[in-house]
């Protein structure tokens, strides 16, 4: 698979902020989070993945898991057979992120209620 496909999404942020922003930007998309929590019970091949992860297309999922491997949050391994086995992991750097998006997610549903409520009154406002 070509290179190009990685982009550089901190590319125009000062130097001090570059890991903040590539980090966020690499979780800001939902199949990445799903993708992390499905491989938290551990090891899981391609086929279990995409049925425990709903609504992901292959193509997504594949691409989905070429970053994380290549962020080294998830690991790859094939085992030669036929078909070949090829089963993905958690790494030490993968498991490590679970606990700040685990409590990014509890901070989520505590204020999500108060964020829409926000939401409302401000678009409701005549400006």
Not at 60 to 74: A, F, I, Q, W
Not at 81 to 106: K, N
Request: charge should be neutral.
């Amino acid at each position: 698979m070509s290179k190009h496909i990685f982009k550089d999404r901190a590319a125009h942020v000062p130097d001090f902020c570059r890991p903040t922003v590539d980090v966020i930007a690499q979780f800001s998309g939902k199949w990445s989070i799903f993708v992390l929590g499905s491989l938290n019970t551990g090891p899981r091949r391609f086929t279990e993945l995409e049925e425990s992860v709903t609504g992901i297309s292959q193509r997504m999922l594949t691409l989905t898991l070429r970053t994380l491997e290549r962020d080294g949050l998830v690991s790859r391994q094939v085992t030669p057979s036929i078909p070949p086995r090829v089963d993905y992991e958690l790494t030490d750097r993968g498991r490590s992120a679970l606990a700040p998006l685990t409590a990014l997610h509890l901070w989520a549903q505590e204020h999500n209620d108060g964020i829409e409520e926000s939401r409302r009154a401000f678009d409701d406002r005549d400006v």
